[in-house]
């Protein structure tokens, strides 16, 4: 006879936002109200300097896939900018 180990790696914790601090956290917590970001919004409502290296840093730190952050590029002042969001 031998025993089996059934072990279940589900979880309903809540997403680990310790790790993220900084403008990394602002970025997380703008996205999280649904909050639409470019680089000039970004900069001009939060002080984010490189949004493209933030979102970044949230897909990683998260485990985040790139799709889980929606993007277009938007025309802003005769400049294409890309603008992220989250649907829900």
Not at 20 to 42: D, F, H, Q, S, V
Request: glycine share 6%; net charge positive.
């Amino acid at each position: 006879m031998s025993a089996q180990l059934q072990i279940d790696f589900t979880t309903a914790s809540p997403i680990n936002t310790v790790s993220l601090t900084g403008e990394n956290k602002e970025t997380y917590e703008a996205l999280m109200r649904g909050e639409k970001l470019n680089l000039y919004t970004a900069r001009e409502w939060h002080g984010i300097g490189t949004l493209h290296s933030r979102i970044s840093d949230v897909i990683k730190a998260l485990g985040w896939k790139k799709e889980d952050i929606k993007r277009k590029h938007i025309k802003i002042n005769n400049k294409t900018v890309c603008e992220y969001w989250i649907e829900r």
